[in-house]
């Protein structure tokens, strides 16, 4: 296992939603890695060089040959790594269907921006924005389902992982959206999924997030004006 983590690394921001996702997929396939923080203020050489299109992490490179986009690492860690925890159905169809509702959320994230970027006046349109997707999320995606991928996790349940801290943007904006009697079989999922070994002790400082989106609250909010 020291041979293959040397031979594999990822370079990520611990603020960063799409890098914990790729965390949690390789700390559920047990894949042993180097994780490198980067300062984007600051962005490394190797990082420029791993990834010189997007110049953002996550990138994980493997065997020195980098990997960037957060989805596309996550298929190429299924598929490296296939008999370790499969995070995708063997089906066909079903991993069509898995693929399709990855995609849907991250359409979607304009929707999270809009909601921490609205002004006081907007702050109900953008919920009930949110509200609808969060709606769609739980009824469509997940339905009775303990986790989106049935009794075990999938890449859905990672890609949506980032909705275990809204209530920190919740609390940021004021406006509660992801309430427990709102969207209650999502907000049990968002339970099972944090007691979940591999995701519970690789969960984001919720208390620490809070500051960094405090500022980027604020940030979001100056340009519009």
């Known amino acids: 296992m020291e041979e293959e983590a040397s031979k594999l690394q990822l370079y990520g921001t611990e603020a960063s ?5 790729v965390k949690w997929a390789l700390e559920l396939k047990g894949v042993d890695y180097d994780y490198v923080e980067e300062d984007l203020s600051n962005k490394s050489p190797a990082l420029l060089s791993y990834n010189p299109v997007h110049k953002k992490v996550p990138v994980l490179v493997h ?7 957060s989805t596309v690492i996550l298929e190429y860690i299924e598929e490296t790594w296939p008999d370790r925890t499969p995070l995708l159905p063997g089906d066909p169809y079903e991993r069509a269907m ?6 849907y959320g991250d359409q979607k994230g304009y929707a999270f921006q809009s909601f921490l970027a609205c002004s006081e006046e ?8 949110l509200l609808e997707i969060f709606k769609i999320i739980q ?13 075990t996790l999938s890449l859905v349940d990672l890609c949506y992982g980032w909705i275990t801290s809204f209530k920190q ?11 427990p009697t709102t969207l209650p079989r999502l907000h ?3 339970q099972d999924f944090k007691e979940v070994a591999g995701i519970k ?3 984001p400082d919720t208390e620490a997030q809070y500051p960094e989106l405090v500022n980027l609250r604020k940030h979001l909010l100056s340009t519009k004006n």
Not at 17 to 21: A, G, N, Q, Y
Not at 98 to 103: D, L, S, T, V
Not at 122 to 129: H, S
């Open 122 to 129: 907007g702050k109900e349109k953008a919920a009930e924005d």
């Open 139 to 151: 009824d469509e995606a997940l339905g009775d389902k303990k986790f989106f991928g049935g009794n």
């Open 63 to 69: 065997d020195g040959k980098p990997v960037a986009e």
């Open 169 to 179: 943007v919740e609390r940021v904006v004021g406006v509660e959206v992801l309430g």
């Open 188 to 190: 049990r999922w968002m």
């Open 17 to 21: 939603p799409f890098v914990r996702r």
């Open 201 to 203: 002790e690789n969960l």
């Open 98 to 103: 898995a693929r399709f509702w990855i995609a």
